[in-house]
């Protein structure tokens, strides 16, 4: 059963915007920390940015200023919206959801693509 499920990715230019989605099956927005990580070729999975069940927000410093995170509780839903993308920003995106007691999933994640 799919818990995570990422959308919003493409092809976009240099100097582009996209809006990425991570919907939850279930009230799980309020209560967990979520999380956008990313993995580009040959390269370890990293942070992106998260937020706490409190609202608050922690950004990479490569996205700060460019990348924002929302989310909507009623629809169990996460948004990071990117701003001013760049082709090192090219990568797979993914978003756990981790509530801290048992319930920890990552969805499968949606590809950006930046081009110069």
């Known amino acids: 059963q799919v818990r995570v499920l990422e959308s919003g990715g493409g092809l976009v230019q240099a100097g582009g915007s996209l809006s990425l989605s991570c919907a939850t099956l279930?009230?799980?927005?309020?209560?967990?920390?979520m999380g956008w990580y990313r993995q580009a070729p040959g390269k370890q999975r990293d942070l992106v940015a998260t937020?706490?069940?409190?609202?608050?927000?922690n950004y990479a410093d490569f996205v700060k200023g460019r990348f924002t995170l929302s989310r909507d509780i009623a629809e169990n839903t996460v948004y990071l919206q990117m701003n001013d993308v760049q082709p090192p920003n090219t990568a797979v995106y993914y978003c756990?959801?981790?509530?801290?007691?048992?319930?920890?999933?990552w969805g499968q994640g949606t590809q950006v693509t930046v081009s110069s």
């Open positions: 279930g009230a799980v927005v309020r209560r967990a920390d």
């Open positions: 937020m706490a069940r409190d609202g608050s927000t």
């Open positions: 756990n959801a981790n509530d801290g007691e048992g319930y920890d999933f």
